[in-house]
């Protein structure tokens, strides 16, 4: 069984930073593409960006680019999502995903693994 954990959000004011974690339980953690995705109130879910599971590939979504940086420690079996530069239309609960392949995507429906979430608020 795949279990997700992510820690690290909390409240920040903007143009501050936090590290998202998301640490992965099951097996072959390399094997796989992870993702962040995050939602706002009332809002769906969006992409944020993904990583393959060498590291090697990368996507993020234009509203992040060259704010938040995606990586992973595959000895550690853990993502991170580095975010700088936060701006109160950042405030979301953040969810780490897993893909379903070694390739990366932007679409919930490659990930079929999910974390519980982590909420980040950013003060104006």
């Known amino acids: 069984q795949v279990q997700l954990v992510e820690s690290g959000g909390g409240l920040v004011q903007a143009g501050g930073s936090l590290r998202l974690s998301c640490a992965a339980s099951?097996?072959?953690?390399?094997?796989?593409?992870m993702g962040w995705f995050r939602q706002a109130p009332g809002k769906e879910r969006d992409f944020v960006a993904a990583?393959?599971?060498?590291?090697?590939?990368?996507y993020y979504a234009d509203s992040v680019k060259g704010r938040f940086t995606i990586s992973r420690d595959n000895a550690k079996d853990t993502v991170y999502l580095q975010m700088n530069d936060l701006k109160p239309e950042d405030t979301a609960v953040y969810y780490c995903?897993?893909?379903?392949?070694?390739?990366?995507?932007?679409?919930?429906?490659?990930?079929?693994?999910w974390g519980q979430g982590t909420q980040v608020t950013v003060s104006s």
């Open positions: 995903a897993r893909a379903g392949t070694g390739f990366i995507g932007r679409m919930m429906s490659e990930f079929d693994y």
């Open positions: 099951g097996r072959a953690f390399d094997n796989y593409a």
């Open positions: 990583i393959s599971r060498s590291g090697g590939t990368i």
